[in-house]
């Protein structure tokens, strides 16, 4: 039913930017009840957060790695959330997931964008 659909991926250069799109759809609640996050796995590493924010009113939080040079947003509008990734490095290379949850019974990911940054 919920469905997640990452894009904006690519190949960048070192200090490159790129934006990151998660549309979101089929919810049965409201998306402003979820928490929207975004995780990136890098080869041979666990998955990781990167980004989060909640509901309206909530601040976001960032992974300490990347403070400073990414920006998550979210669209109520359009339910889609967003990562603006700025000052890219090579060790940002990683497929990166957007998450809803809501509760447990309530989690869901998309299939993943791969961000590659040249070395």
């Known amino acids: 039913q919920v469905q997640l659909v990452e894009s904006g991926g690519g190949l960048v250069q070192p200090g490159g930017s790129l934006r990151l799109s998660c549309a979101a759809s089929g919810f049965t609640l409201s998306f402003s009840r979820y928490t929207m996050s975004w995780y990136r796995q890098a080869p041979g590493k666990e998955r990781e957060l990167v980004a989060r924010?909640?509901?309206?009113?909530?601040?976001?939080i960032y992974a300490d790695s990347v403070k400073g040079r990414f920006t998550i947003s979210r669209d109520y509008a359009k339910n889609t959330v967003y990562l603006q990734m700025n000052s890219l490095k090579p060790d940002d290379t990683a497929v990166y997931y957007c998450?809803?949850?809501?509760?447990?019974?309530?989690?869901?990911w998309g299939q993943g964008t791969q961000v590659t940054v040249s070395s």
């Open positions: 998450n809803a949850q809501w509760t447990s019974q309530f989690d869901y």
């Open positions: 924010v909640g509901s309206f009113s909530s601040s976001a």
